[in-house]
């Protein structure tokens, strides 16, 4: 199994490259992913630290392998595939492409350049994988899976794909991507030349749930979104290596985390325990999950999903509340395909949130306010307003057998 990292510029590479020739890990089973700006989604290095870097490998002789994971539209896809063009790609290893535009140029331009296929974004199934492991054939160096997939899943693929698979073991998870610039405009201040030249880095919180701190980062290619929590298998890698998972990759460019470099090669070679680096876990300022990786069935959390107060199907269920006007009224979806509304009904509201409340009802009238006398089926009508009551609520019958 190799063990696959990131370096950003010359300091790093050389710490790599200092643990190598100090036998902490063998050349053989690294992989430095390296990249600049214009073709990497994350990266702040230039094209001149990259070509820095490649020559300052001239003596260290590390495994590189070049990063061209953006997704950009035809224009700037020209210029960076010339930029691409431009490099020494013979210096490289592989290289690794997401954007299937770029995976055509190179297998077109470049058929000697094996490449790592990066599929985290989809292609969660055996066919696609298969798919394109037979697409790119032996130019194929490895697919680089979702950490969507679990234990199972990442078992039965590797038995059945002849080609290696590579999994996130440390670091963010990408739940959102924009092409637009979303953080600068917040900025009065900011300059755009700041923003093609570095990251701009902020914390969101959701509006539509308790969740606070939400990792972000804007730069030339867009906006990303990053869960509350990190992914973290290193307690995981003997399992992965019994699984034949050909490589797990170690993200440690975000929040200082290429200080646990060492502590995480010691944990790959085994010389440590995982209990012997918890620092890893204490140290990082986010909580660290296992994301999916020990969830067998998917289906297991639907239940907890499911809100049975909006759910119900009586006998004596009338409908649902779909539209509250504060002070007004409120409008009711008759789903029932049996129960006639009629006035003089009495109703109980049931709201998400299980209050319960009771409406005489006297007076109902269609969308348009014209008065009814009864109403069935998919019919909308509106009720006078109540306090409490919300979209989502569930209207009964009173005067039926309640369940």
Known sequence: MKFVTYAENT???????ILVETKKIDANVLEVIVGTAAISRYSENTVAGLEEMIALNQKFKLPLVLEWDVLQQESLFQKNAELVSRLPLHEFKAIRIQDPGALNLVKEKFPWLKVQLILENGNHNYTGLSRWSDFLGEQLDRLVLSNELSREHLSNYAKELKTELEVLVFGRILLFYSPRLLLSPLKKEAVQKDILDKNVEAYGTSEESPHAGFP??????GTFMFNVKDLYLLDHLDELRSLNIGAVRFDLRFDDSFGHLENCIDLFEGRIKHEDVLEIKTEHPRPMIKGFYNINKTDVLFTKLKN??????????VGEIVDVERDQQMALLIKSKHLTLKSGDELQLITPEGKTKTLGLKIFSDTSGAGLSHATTNEVVLLPFMSGVVAKTQVYLVNKDMQ
Do not use: M, P, S, V
């Open 11 to 17: 300091t790093q590479l050389k710490e790599l490259a």
């Open 216 to 221: 972000l980062i804007e730069n030339r290619h």
């Open 308 to 317: 049975k107060r909006i759910q119900r199907q009586d006998n004596n269920y």
